[in-house]
């Protein structure tokens, strides 16, 4: 730590910082460079620019990935060079903390190859990536973490048990409808199916309230009005023709009445949507109030 803190007033006295973003950064290479235990952050530097990602040349396949996975000790090692994508935005959402280690929320992909499964537990896991960059997919800018064969991709699996968590996963995912290419339909209404494990919440004790939520917040892509369990005829469409999510507290396409769109606080949009899409039938609320 005295040689850290030697280096450090070394530097600042010999650069002219102009920013305390500049400063900032010099300050975190430090902690990187004098970890023993550090990422090669020189190496994820290199591999900054932003590139496009297809996700459509991949195909679901839980056991082939699962095959290419090894539990050694307490850590979850890649046999195969493996990848793992979660959107840029969990920084901001509290999902997913890069420093000196890097730890995301356990709701991503894992892709080896042309192949991937889908990892779904309610808390925080810290990785051990080789490199990572940001990529674009589908207009959207996410991380790539990339693991070489034969290296750790958890560094544990013991996980530490918060329940904080599961808000933070509820208002990126439900309340705001958020949600990543990954996941999909039957994924959504299980998405909390581990939070008394891991995050001792009793937040999906009722699968139905669930099951309710996705129903009221997946709609059909032609029209974002009609909901998308309406429209299902098979089993298939689920891939082929999948849901979009809306967030559940948009004013827009969440109030199903002309009361409810009004009240609310965005009133613009509120009245916007009530003039494009009038309701057909008087609620029960609305009734009251009309008596």
């Avoid at 042309?114 to 080789?130: D, E, G, H, R, W």
């Avoid at 589908?138 to 290296?151: A, L």
Wanted: proline share 4%; charged share 20%.
């Amino acid at each position: 730590m005295e040689c850290l803190a030697q280096s450090q007033e070394r530097i600042l006295k010999k650069l002219p910082f102009k920013s305390l973003t500049a400063l900032t950064g010099i300050l975190r290479g430090l902690c990187f460079f004098f970890s023993t235990d550090r990422i090669d952050y020189s190496e994820a530097l290199l591999m900054d620019e932003s590139t496009s990602f297809n996700i459509h040349t991949l195909v679901r396949n839980p056991e082939a990935v699962k095959g290419s996975l090894k539990l050694v000790g307490d850590k979850l090692v890649t046999l195969e060079d493996a990848d793992i994508y979660v959107p840029v935005r969990f920084e901001i959402a509290g999902l997913l903390s890069i420093s000196t280690t890097i730890s995301v929320v356990g709701i991503f992909p894992i892709v080896i190859g042309k192949q991937y499964t889908l990892c779904s537990v309610n808390a925080m896991i810290t990785i051990n990536p080789a490199f990572f960059r940001k990529v674009e997919i589908e207009q959207s800018k996410y991380y790539q973490f990339h693991f070489n064969k034969n290296t750790p991709i958890f560094s544990q699996t013991a996980l530490v048990q918060a329940d904080g968590i599961i808000f933070s996963i509820f208002n990126e995912f439900i309340a705001k409808g958020n949600v990543p290419w990954y996941i999909e339909y039957e994924d959504y209404g299980k998405l909390f199916d581990t939070a008394k494990a891991y995050a001792n919440s009793n937040i999906a004790s009722s699968p139905e309230l669930m099951q309710l939520l996705v129903s009221m917040q997946s709609r059909s892509q032609k029209n974002r009005n009609v909901y998308y369990h309406t429209t299902i005829e098979s089993y298939s469409q689920l891939k082929k023709d999948p849901p979009v999510f809306i967030p559940l507290k948009s004013v827009v396409f969440s109030a199903s009445t002309t009361l409810n769109k009004l009240a609310g606080s965005y009133f613009k949009d509120g009245v916007v949507s009530a003039l494009a899409n009038p309701t057909e039938r008087v609620e029960r609320l609305e009734f009251l109030l009309k008596a």
